[in-house]
């Protein structure tokens, strides 16, 4: 019974024989907590400003690692406790860092369960007249079909004492639940509200507009595929990121992005001005690389991309396109944009393209045969060998087709 009592007193008091284990636990506890605290903070200030998490790899103090680790790694210049937090990821002592990969498309998943709401007014208090906006905040979504989205905003609305009836515009992105015409968000709404205009978002509409660009044409599939390649290589090592530097002083490449086709503009800029300089840089990485594979990929771009003139000719043309189309992106997403002044950049984005139908081309060629020049290229385009198959018995062709048709007087036959 006394040493009952003893280990209770000793339990209340904490000062029991493990005393110093349960101490370095409950540090370890607050240590994981001050950690949570501030990447929560990181993802919740990277929300509100509508950015993207993720970059093109997931490694610490790696060029292009995104926002989110980057921001960590700010952090800790000046934080005991994520620069402690980081050494340990570094010198591998955990297994769960909440930074990977794993732990950001968790956070993405979270978030995507959210409904997002920006309010937009017009301030005119003070004699001057200024359009104001502001996030609002995140709120859970259980039903994400256009019915469950308009009782959810309905009753964010009610709860923050803001009429319905006072909405004079709406805008979403292009998925079927918000714009939808029949049962989206927009069109429930207007039949509310009917002042509640709906307005899609112009650079949602040209982000679509390119992808379905290219996602139609084969060629600029494939030019886009170079293009990412090409970075691919030079930033999977320092070593072969320094052979790059060694070549290419001036821009240097970067990763396509899959969400804002007009920035794809800045991965082609690179490789447009410096052509020749990357290919003597991929032919130093060719020659310097002990990899068969690696060896093979990069004398294929060095040699039959850079060096084709139906590459450089898609190059121009690219450029032209996208450094046009990324004026208008960046004027639609800016804060003072006018509608008025939308409007005729949309139309004055149009009449170039108009204009380059009819004589782009002309110009891409002369522009792609002063690189092709530079190169030492023949500023011709490739013939592509033509396969042919063994003929058999049974085999006819469409000329053969017609004259037998012909000569026996058919008239209506089904193919």
């Not at 709120?139 to 004492?161: A, D, M, P, R």
């Not at 045969?369 to 490739?382: D, N, Q, T, V």
Request: overall charge neutral.
């Amino acid at each position: 019974m006394t040493s009952w009592i003893e280990l209770e007193r000793r339990l209340q008091k904490k000062k029991t024989i493990d005393e110093s284990v349960q101490v370095a636990i409950n540090k370890e506890k607050e240590h994981w907590k001050q950690v949570l605290k501030r990447i929560i903070a990181v993802v919740q200030r990277i929300a509100k400003n509508n950015l993207a998490l993720r970059g093109d790899c997931e490694k610490l103090y790696d060029e292009n690692n995104g926002i989110f680790l980057q921001l960590i790694e700010m952090i800790a210049e000046f934080d005991p406790i994520m620069e402690e937090h980081l050494r340990r990821v570094q010198e591998r002592q955990i297994h769960y860092t909440y930074l990977g990969p794993k732990i950001q498309n968790e956070l993405i998943q979270v978030l995507a369960a959210e409904m997002s709401l920006v309010n937009r007014y017009v301030d005119d208090l003070e004699n001057a007249i200024v359009v104001e906006e502001f996030w609002i905040g995140f709120f859970k979504v259980n039903e994400t079909s256009g019915l469950g989205l308009l009782i959810e905003l309905k009753n964010i609305l009610s709860n923050l004492e803001l009429a319905i009836d006072d909405i004079s515009g709406q805008g979403y992105d292009n998925g079927y639940n918000m714009k939808g015409k029949h049962k989206g968000v927009q069109n429930r709404l207007l039949e509310i509200n009917s002042r509640a205009f709906y307005t899609p978002y112009g650079c949602h509409n040209l982000n679509l507009t390119l992808c379905n660009m290219v996602n139609c044409c084969p060629k600029a599939m494939s030019f886009f595929g170079v293009i990412q390649r090409i970075y691919s290589l030079f930033s999977y090592s320092t070593k072969r990121w320094k052979i790059f530097k060694d070549h290419v002083q001036g821009l240097t490449v970067k990763p396509l992005s899959q969400t804002r086709w007009e920035s794809h503009v800045e991965s082609v800029k690179p490789i447009k001005d410096q052509t020749s300089k990357i290919r003597n840089a991929l032919i130093d990485l060719a020659n310097t690389s002990y990899d068969s594979k690696i060896k093979s990929e990069v004398e294929v771009l060095a040699s039959f991309e850079l060096e084709n003139f139906e590459f450089l000719t898609g190059m121009i043309i690219w450029y032209k396109l996208l450094y046009e189309i990324n004026i208008v992106s960046k004027f639609l997403q800016s804060e003072k944009m006018d509608i008025d002044v939308a409007i005729g950049q949309l139309k004055g984005l149009i009449s170039f393209l108009q204009e380059f139908r009819e004589s782009g081309l002309d110009q891409a060629l002369l522009e792609a045969k002063h690189i092709a020049s530079e190169m030492g290229i023949e500023p011709i385009f490739r013939e592509k060998r033509i396969i042919r198959r063994k003929r058999q018995f049974d085999d006819i062709n469409s000329e053969e087709l017609m004259e037998f048709i012909s000569n026996n007087n058919y008239r209506k036959f089904t193919i």
